[in-house]
T-cell receptor, first 111, second 115 residues
Framework: GQNIDQPTEMTATEGAIVQINCTYQ??????LFWYQQHAGEAPTFLSYNVLDGLEEKGRFSSFLSRSKGYSYLLLKELQMKDSASYLC????????????FGGGTRLMVKP | EPEVTQTPSHQVTQMGQEVILRCVPI?????FYWYRQILGQKVEFLVSFYNNEISEKSEIFDDQFSVERPDGSNFTLKIRSTKLEDSAMYFCASSERHTNTGELFFGEGSRLTVL
């Protein structure tokens, strides 16, 4: 089956840097997405990694290592509005093409 | 900015009743999806739809569920006989390309409460 693990909760300080890790065990892996979800709202796209390495987009960066089944999302210059859940999701084509989400990491940014 | 819209935002129904959740995907998108999120749990894939037919479905998407694209703009999810455990937030999503090359755009969700 598909298994995606990420920490349940993290706390960080405004202005700081935080790294949210995600490990996955999947077959038919095609790529790794990160989504942000504020409470009671829809997930919104942050990044997508297909190849190994770092993808940078403003304050957010995402890293993928396919050989290690590992990804992380790096958030710099944290702002209060970054308090949200961050969802790691793997796109696989084994037993059907689908996006499988992890349980999400709830990030709380404190002043 | 184009967006995926869903109606209703919240529906309360009695167990055993039929429910239809509606979605209007982004107009030039070709791939459509339904996901659900039970309160406090992970987002779960239900079904994907392309070229007027189901392309993939999960184990959750049993015979009680169906999807339809009745016209050129709407994409609906029907639950024939709702159960208590169907209570969840249902998200519609669409993408311009198949997801492994393009991001999913999610609607704001329809919260279903089954009593």
């Amino acid at each position: 089956g598909q298994n995606i693990d990420q920490p349940t909760e993290m706390t960080a300080t405004e202005g700081a840097i935080v790294q949210i890790n995600c490990t996955y065990q999947t077959s038919g892996f095609n790529g790794l997405f990160w989504y942000q979800q504020h409470a009671g709202e829809a997930p919104t796209f942050l990044s997508y990694n297909v190849l190994d390495g770092l993808e940078e987009k403003g304050r957010f960066s995402s890293f993928l290592s396919r050989s290690k089944g590992y990804s992380y999302l790096l958030l710099k210059e944290l702002q209060m509005k970054d308090s949200a859940s961050y969802l790691c999701a793997a796109w696989t084509d084994n037993a059907g093409n689908m996006l499988t989400f992890g349980g999400g990491t709830r990030l709380m940014v404190k002043p | 900015e184009p967006e995926v819209t869903q109606t209703p935002s919240h529906q309360v129904t009695q167990m055993g009743q039929e429910v239809i959740l509606r979605c209007v995907p982004i107009s030039n998108h070709l791939y459509f999806y339904w996901y659900r999120q039970i309160l406090g749990q992970k987002v779960e894939f239900l079904v994907s739809f392309y070229n007027n037919e189901i392309s993939e479905k999960s184990e959750i998407f049993d015979d009680q569920f169906s999807v339809e694209r009745p016209d050129g703009s709407n994409f609906t999810l029907k639950i024939r006989s709702t159960k208590l455990e169907d209570s969840a937030m249902y998200f519609c999503a669409s993408s311009e390309r198949h997801t492994n090359t393009g991001e999913l755009f999610f609607g704001e969700g329809s919260r279903l409460t089954v009593l």
